[in-house]
C-alpha cells in the first residue's frame, strides 16, 4: 500500500494567481498521477509523471497551465497557473503500486480543494 | 479510447432495499476493473476490484462480476445501509503503467 499526503488541504485564491500542489508519498512508487475532480464531477486524468521523464498530459491538458515537477520517486508537485474560477476544483495526486502478478493498485491522497474568485 | 460508462445517479434506496449500480466498459485490451467509492467529505477508496474475466471482487456485502461478453461490472449490494450513502465510481486500468479511467459516478442516498 502506499499513504499519501497532499498540501495544502485547501485553498482560496484570486484569479490570474497560481498556486502549487505538493503530493508526498511514504514509498518509492515510479508511477505517479495527478487528477482533477470539478464539483459534482467524476475524476479526469490531467497527466502521468515519472521520474526522471517529463509529465505526459492527456487531451485538453497543457504544461504551460498545468506545469510538474517529479524530482523523486516520493515527491511531485503540480501547480495551476494564471487560475480563473473555471479550474475550481479538486486535484488528486494518485500513486501505482505493485500488488502481485499482473495487477497494480491505486492509491490516492485526500485531495486538494481549489477555489478561485 | 477506453471508457467507462455508469447509470446515472442519484439512486435513492430505502434500508436493507436491493442495490444494483450499471457499469460498462469499453477497452482495447483487458483491463482490471474497480468500484471506488467516496463517502461524504472523505477521500477516494477502492472498495472492489477484478482482474480478469469472471473474477467477482467483493466487500463489504458489495459484489461485482467481470463480465467481458457483455463488458459489464456491476455493483450490487443485497441490503444497504444508510451508511452506505456515498458516490460510487466504477473504473477500468488497462495494465501497468496506465492510469484509472473513472465513470462519472452514482450517487446512492439510503434512508432508514
Known amino acids: 500500500s502506499a499513504v499519501i499526503s497532499q498540501k495544502p488541504s485547501r485553498d482560496i485564491c484570486q484569479r490570474g494567481t497560481s498556486l502549487t500542489i505538493q503530493c508526498q508519498v511514504d514509498?518509492?512508487?515510479?508511477?505517479m498521477f495527478w487528477y482533477r475532480q470539478q464539483p459534482g464531477q467524476s475524476l479526469t486524468l490531467i497527466a502521468t509523471?515519472?521520474?526522471?521523464?517529463?509529465?505526459?498530459?492527456e487531451s485538453g491538458f497543457v504544461i504551460d497551465k498545468f506545469p510538474i515537477s517529479r524530482p523523486n520517486l516520493t515527491f511531485s508537485t503540480l501547480t495551476v497557473s494564471n487560475m480563473s474560477p473555471e479550474d475550481s476544483s479538486i486535484y488528486l495526486c494518485?500513486?501505482?503500486?505493485?500488488?502481485?502478478?499482473?495487477?497494480?493498485?491505486?492509491?490516492f491522497g485526500p485531495g486538494t480543494r481549489l477555489t478561485v474568485l | 479510447g477506453n471508457s467507462v460508462t455508469q447509470m446515472e445517479g442519484p439512486v435513492t434506496l430505502s434500508e436493507e432495499a436491493f442495490l444494483t449500480i450499471n457499469c460498462t466498459y469499453t477497452?482495447?485490451?483487458?483491463?482490471?476493473l474497480f468500484w471506488y467509492v467516496q463517502y461524504p467529505g472523505e477521500g477516494l477508496q477502492l472498495l472492489l476490484k477484478?482482474?480478469?474475466?469472471?473474477d467477482k471482487g467483493s466487500n463489504k456485502g458489495f459484489e461485482a462480476t467481470y463480465r467481458k461478453e457483455t463488458t459489464s461490472f456491476h455493483l450490487e449490494k443485497g441490503s444497504v445501509q444508510v451508511s452506505d450513502s456515498a458516490v460510487y465510481f466504477c473504473?477500468?486500468?488497462?495494465?501497468?503503467?496506465?492510469?484509472?479511467?473513472f465513470g462519472k459516478g452514482t450517487t446512492l442516498s439510503v434512508s432508514s
Open positions: 509523471a515519472n521520474q526522471g521523464s517529463e509529465a505526459t498530459y
Open positions: 514509498s518509492q512508487v515510479t508511477m
Open positions: 477497452a482495447t485490451g483487458y483491463p482490471s
Open positions: 477484478a482482474t480478469k474475466a469472471d
Open positions: 494518485s500513486v501505482e503500486v505493485q500488488a502481485g502478478g499482473s495487477y497494480n493498485e491505486q492509491f
Open positions: 473504473a477500468l486500468k488497462e495494465g501497468a503503467g496506465t492510469a484509472l479511467i
